[in-house]
């Protein structure tokens, strides 16, 4: 997938402030942060959306939520807490289509989101 954008920051092929990455998944600082934190979690094999995970992609996930639980410590977000969002397809806001997990923290987070 080498005209995906996440793909390629996965390869280092575009640049990002890394903040994790093993054999499984990459997470760096979202671009337009939405809070005081806010880094992506990514899996490095390309899945396009949430509806598009079949069981050996489903470690995967669980994995992507191993590593924002790993970051999250790693920042401080911890114990005050912190929200994890994945949004899938248009209703659900998502605009880069490889499939990502918001970690967001450093502020109180509101319910319902927007
Ligand atoms: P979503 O709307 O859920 O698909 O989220 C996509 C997120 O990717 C947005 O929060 C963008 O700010 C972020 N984003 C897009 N391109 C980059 C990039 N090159 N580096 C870091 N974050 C990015």
């Not at 005050?80 to 970690?103: D, P, S």
Request: glycine share 8%.
């Amino acid at each position: 997938m080498d005209e995906c954008i996440f793909c390629r920051i996965s390869q280092g092929d575009i640049p990002a402030d890394k903040v994790f990455e093993d054999d499984t998944v990459v997470a760096f600082r979202d671009l337009n942060p939405q809070a005081p934190t806010h880094i992506l979690v990514i899996p490095r094999r390309h899945i396009a959306t949430l509806n598009d995970i079949d069981n050996d992609a489903e470690a995967i996930i669980g994995r992507m939520y191993g590593a924002a639980r790993e970051v999250a410590a790693a920042e401080g977000l911890a114990e005050a807490g912190f929200r994890t969002v994945m949004n899938c397809n248009e209703a659900g806001g998502q605009t880069v289509f490889h499939i990502h997990l918001h970690l967001l923290g450093g502020r109180m987070m509101h319910w319902p989101p927007g």
